[in-house]
C-alpha cells in the first residue's frame, strides 16, 4: 500500500526520492504503522517538504487512506466483492481505447494513480506535458474531459446493472450502485481539488483542526485501542459541553414566567414598588431514557461506543436505565451507577448474566422485556434501540416492539451497519423500521455525536 501511495504521490506531482522511501521504510519500523496519526506524522515528514506540498499530501493521504478503503461491510460480503470485479472487466473493452476513462475505471477499482498523472494539477506539478485531450491543454479543458468521461460512465454502469437484473436481486443492484456513486463522487472531489490549493500569505495563521476531525467518519471496526481511547475523551468532552448548556436553560424554565398578582401584593408592602419579582415556578421535566443495546458478535465493535455512550447520558436526564442483550436482556444500570466508565464498560461485556456467544435473539429479547420491563416505559420515555436487527431468522416480535412503542414518547433506533446492508440476508430492519419513530445509521464517531446532541438538546 506504502509503494502505491508513493506512485499516486508521485503522479500528483510530489518529489518522492528513492531514499526518502527509504527513509519512511525504516522510520515506520519505529512506530506502531496501525496508529493513524502516527503512521500520517512519518508520511508527511518524509514526502511533503514545502507548505505547498504539505496541501497535496493532505489531499492524497485522505484520497488513498479513508476515500478509497473498502467498506467494511463490503469485505464482508463475496457475492457484492465479485459483482463489483465483474462490472469492472465488462467495462474495460470500452475504456481500452479511452486513457481517461480507463483512468476512471481504474479508479472505481481502487487506483487512483492514472487519474492522478491525469489530472491537471499532477501533469502541471511534475513537470510533464500530460495525455493530449480533446478538450485542449489547458487546466479547465483537463477538467472538463474528465468531468465528460466520469458522466459517461456512470451513466454505463447504470446500464450494466440494469443487465444484470437476472442476475442480482435489488438489494444487491441497490447496494452496487450505493458503492459505485461514492467512487464517482469522490473521483469528482479529486477534480474540483485539483490545482485549487493557494498557499497561505506570509506571516498568516493556519487553522488548527482537531486530530479527531480525521478520525470522525472511519469505521468503529477500523480504529486502533490509541484511537479508541481518544473517541471516549471527544464523547466525555461533548457531553460536559451539553450538560452545561442543559443546566442553563433548565435554570431559565425554573424561573418561569412573571407571576403579576403576586408580584403586586408584595408591593403594596413598598408603597406600590415593586421591589420583589416573582415568577411562577414550573415543573421540572422528568425526561427518562432507556435503552437496549445489542452486544453479539455482529456489533461487538460498536457496541464499546454505543456503552459509552450510555454511561454518558446518564447525568443529562432525569432517569437512565440501562440494557444489553442477544438472546436474552440484562439490566446494567446499576454497574455504570458504581464503576467508572473504562470498568464498567468491561464488566458489562465481560460479565453481563448473558450468553455472549448465542446467537442473536430479538423476539426472545423483546418477550423477557415485556414479561420484566414493561412497566418502566411510559410517555415521559425516549426508548433507544441499538443494534444491527439481525435475528438469524428467528421471529423478530415486531407486535412486541410495536407495543413497547406505544407506551413511550419515541422509540429510536441505531443501527451500527452501512445503510446498504440493514434489508439484506437475515436483516429484520424492514419491519423493524415501519415500527420506530426514527432510525439511524451509527457506525462512526461524526454519527454517534450528531445522534447525543440531537437527543440531549
Known amino acids: 500500500m506504502l509503494l502505491r501511495f508513493v506512485a499516486g504521490a508521485r503522479a500528483a506531482g510530489l518529489r518522492v526520492s528513492t531514499a526518502e522511501v527509504l527513509d519512511c521504510l525504516q522510520h515506520l519500523e519505529r512506530i506502531d504503522p496501525l496508529e493513524a496519526a502516527q503512521f500520517k506524522s512519518v508520511l508527511q515528514a518524509n514526502f511533503a517538504k514545502s507548505r505547498r506540498e504539505q496541501a497535496h499530501f493532505e489531499r492524497l493521504f485522505r484520497l488513498f487512506f479513508h476515500e478509497l478503503r473498502q467498506d467494511p461491510s463490503i469485505a464482508r460480503s463475496p457475492e457484492l466483492a465479485a459483482a463489483i470485479r465483474s462490472i469492472l472487466q465488462s467495462l474495460q473493452p470500452a475504456a481500452g481505447s479511452d486513457p481517461a476513462l480507463q483512468a476512471i475505471v481504474d479508479f472505481l477499482a481502487g487506483d487512483p494513480v492514472r487519474l492522478l498523472e491525469q489530472t491537471p494539477a499532477g501533469s502541471g506539478a511534475a513537470g510533464s506535458p ?4 480533446s478538450g485542449g491543454g489547458s487546466s479547465a479543458g483537463r477538467r472538463t474531459e474528465l468531468a465528460d468521461r466520469i458522466r459517461m460512465l456512470e451513466e454505463q454502469l447504470t446500464q450494466a ?3 444484470r437484473r437476472d442476475e442480482l436481486g435489488w438489494e444487491e443492484r441497490r447496494d452496487l450502485t450505493e458503492h459505485f456513486q461514492d467512487r464517482l463522487a469522490a473521483a469528482r472531489r479529486l477534480l474540483g481539488e485539483a490545482g485549487d490549493y493557494r498557499p497561505p500569505p506570509e506571516g498568516g495563521r493556519r487553522l488548527l483542526r482537531h486530530p479527531l476531525d480525521e478520525l470522525g467518519e472511519v469505521h468503529f471496526a477500523s480504529l486502533t485501542p490509541r484511537e479508541v481511547e481518544a473517541m471516549r475523551e471527544a464523547i466525555a468532552q461533548l457531553v460536559r459541553r451539553l ?3 442543559i443546566s442553563r436553560r433548565q435554570a431559565a424554565r425554573r424561573r418561569g414566567v412573571l407571576d403579576v398578582k403576586k408580584t403586586l401584593r408584595r408591593a403594596a408592602a413598598y408603597e406600590g414598588i415593586p421591589l420583589e419579582v416573582f415568577h411562577r415556578r414550573r415543573p421540572p421535566r422528568k425526561a427518562k431514557i432507556v435503552t437496549l443495546c445489542d452486544v453479539s458478535g455482529s456489533v461487538w465493535s460498536a457496541a464499546r461506543f454505543m456503552l459509552n455512550m450510555l454511561y454518558s447520558l446518564q447525568g443529562c436526564f432525569a432517569q437512565v436505565r440501562s440494557f444489553i442483550f442477544v438472546a436474552g436482556v440484562q439490566e446494567v444500570s446499576e454497574v455504570f451507577k458504581q464503576h467508572a466508565v473504562n470498568p464498567a464498560i468491561e464488566k458489562i ?8 456467544n448465542a446467537a442473536t435473539d430479538y423476539g426472545r429479547t423483546f418477550r423477557e422485556f415485556r414479561q420484566h420491563y414493561l412497566d418502566i416505559l411510559n410517555r415521559q420515555t425516549t426508548l433507544i434501540l441499538i443494534g444491527d436487527g439481525r435475528c438469524n431468522y428467528t421471529d423478530p416480535q415486531e407486535g412486541i416492539l410495536a407495543e413497547m412503542r406505544a407506551r413511550c414518547r419515541r422509540l429510536i433506533w441505531l443501527n451500527p451497519e452501512a445503510r446498504q446492508f440493514w434489508y439484506t440476508g437475515d436483516s429484520e430492519m ?4 415501519a415500527v420506530c419513530d426514527e432510525v439511524r445509521p451509527c457506525q462512526n464517531l461524526n454519527q ?4 447525543i446532541t440531537a437527543l440531549v438538546l
Open 130 to 133: 500530460g495525455l493530449a485531450f
Open 161 to 163: 446493472l440494469a443487465e
Open 243 to 245: 450538560k452545561d448548556r
Open 349 to 356: 461485556l465481560k460479565d453481563a448474566d448473558i450468553d455472549y
Open 430 to 433: 424492514r419491519v423493524f423500521e
Open 448 to 451: 454517534l455525536l450528531a445522534f
